[in-house]
């Protein structure tokens, strides 16, 4: 079945560095969805990206649709402490309306 | 707070016993999806209704488990004859879908203990 996989499973960095999640799927997406889930806390929906090749910013965050549409990237320059938490991608298959498809998400560790 | 409710936050039970869960949607969503996270992972896909419809289940839902959302508002996840591997944290979300565009919300979701 169709699986999306995401490295790395966890990073820790120096508040101030920069970092960055990678997103895999085994099958191209109709779009990709970004997520943040807080310790103890639910998903919470970051953003969407529907083009083949699309960027889009929020503040510090830049996200990248992959060419093919089977990958994506979260970038976020000058990490805060308030970055902290884990950043799921997740995506519905091409043609599939429903069954969005989570990866296992990077969990960040910002130390101040 | 997204306006996606749960009920309850959190659950213990017996091995055996049998569990449901509630959620409340968005009120003018027409989707609603329940899924499964275990710890370090992401949010499993279990079901989800269009309106009062159940459009597609997960394959790994095994007949123990059931879900309704018979007025195509609330919906209700029942676990029957509950096991020790049931435990989990049931997310609930919901989202109003219109073509390619859909944001999913996610409720606090409901933490189940099987002893």
């Known amino acids: 079945g169709q699986q999306v996989m995401q490295i790395p499973q966890y990073q820790h960095v120096q508040e101030g560095e920069d970092f960055t999640t990678y997103c895999n799927s085994s099958t191209t997406l109709s779009n990709i969805q970004w997520y943040k889930q807080r310790p103890g806390g639910h998903p919470v929906f970051l953003i969407q990206?529907?083009?083949?090749?699309e960027v889009k910013k929020q503040k510090r965050l830049t996200f990248q649709f992959g060419e093919a549409k089977k990958n994506s990237s979260l970038h976020i320059t000058a990490t805060q402490t308030t970055d902290v938490g884990t950043y799921f991608c997740a995506g519905f298959r091409s043609g599939n309306t429903g069954k969005l498809i989570f990866g296992q998400g990077t969990t960040l560790q910002v130390k101040p | 707070d997204t306006g996606v409710s749960q009920d309850p936050r959190h659950k213990i039970t017996k091995r055996g016993q049998n569990v449901t869960f509630r959620c409340d949607p968005i009120s003018e969503h027409n989707r609603l999806y329940w899924y499964r996270q275990t710890l370090g992972q992401g949010p499993e896909f279990l079901t989800y209704?269009?309106?009062?419809?159940?459009?597609?289940k997960s394959r790994l839902l095994s007949d123990r488990f059931s879900a309704e959302r018979p007025k195509g508002s609330f919906s209700t996840l029942e676990i029957q004859r509950t096991e020790q591997g049931d435990s989990a944290m049931y997310l609930c979300?919901?989202?109003?879908?219109?073509?390619?565009?859909?944001?999913?919300?996610f409720g606090p979701g409901t933490r189940l203990l099987v002893l």
């Open positions: 209704f269009q309106n009062e419809a159940q459009l597609e």
């Open positions: 979300a919901s989202s109003n879908r219109t073509g390619f565009q859909e944001t999913q919300y």
């Open positions: 990206l529907v083009k083949s090749g």
